[in-house]
């Protein structure tokens, strides 16, 4: 079936950029997501791409897609304390409305 | 405008008892979709309503798990008969439409069976 892939963690300093990185296998996903979660909390939508893009940027946030290496990256400019999070990757299915979901990555950020 | 709103926060069964998670959709949303996350790895998609009904229960396992959506009141995700493999959170999103992007998740419900 298909799978989406991230590494768990990810150790940055404070004010650096972060990049975190997710590899899919379904080719056919028509959006890709990235979510953020902090403790204790649901999941929020940070951004998301559709497949037809190569690019997306919202202020801090850069979301680059290469669709022939099926692999999506997030990039959080001057990562500051308040990014602290786990961040998950997740595809849609051939339905769209069923995601499937990364193991999230742990942004830890070192002062 | 609220949240989602799922309740409990916390859940802590005994095996064999039976557990209720409700979840009331934001205002307005009319789309539920049940989710869950076992320890260190991603969601996983269980089941899809509308009000009244079941659109897609693929992700949802066949015994002692049901979902529903009535016309009033929040949407139900029910486990009887409770094992510790079910132990989980348990996150619902909801959406005023079928496209993903609008989906919109709550806070979660940690189940706990001992």
């Known amino acids: 079936g298909e799978d989406v892939e991230q590494s768990l963690f990810l150790s940055v300093r404070e004010g650096d950029s972060s990049v975190i990185n997710c590899t899919y296998t379904?080719?056919?996903?028509?959006?890709l997501y990235w979510y953020k979660q902090e403790p204790g909390a649901g999941l929020q939508l940070l951004t998301y791409?559709?497949?037809n893009m190569d690019m997306k940027q919202d202020q801090r946030l850069t979301v680059l897609l290469n669709k022939k290496d099926k692999h999506l990256s997030l990039r959080i400019a001057d990562t500051q304390t308040g990014d602290s999070a786990i961040y998950f990757c997740?595809?849609?299915?051939?339905?769209?409305?069923?995601?499937?979901w990364g193991a999230g990555t742990k942004l830890i950020i070192k002062p | 405008n609220a949240g989602v709103m799922q309740n409990p926060r916390h859940l802590v069964r005994r095996r064999g008892q039976e557990a209720r998670l409700r979840c009331s959709p934001m205002?307005?949303?009319?789309?539920v979709y049940w989710y869950r996350q076992l320890p260190e790895e991603g969601l996983k998609f269980m089941v899809y309503l509308q009000k009244e009904n079941i659109i897609d229960e693929s992700g949802m396992p066949k015994e002692r798990f049901s979902a529903e959506f009535p016309k009033e009141g929040p949407s139900i995700l029910r486990i009887q008969q409770v094992v510790r493999g079910d132990s989980a959170a348990y996150f619902c999103a909801s959406s005023p439409g079928q496209e993903p992007y609008e989906q919109y998740f709550g806070p979660g419900t940690r189940l706990t069976v001992t």
């Open positions: 997740a595809c849609s299915a051939d339905s769209n409305y069923q995601l499937i």
């Open positions: 379904d080719s056919s996903s028509t959006y």
């Open positions: 791409i559709f497949s």
């Open positions: 205002k307005g949303h009319s789309h």
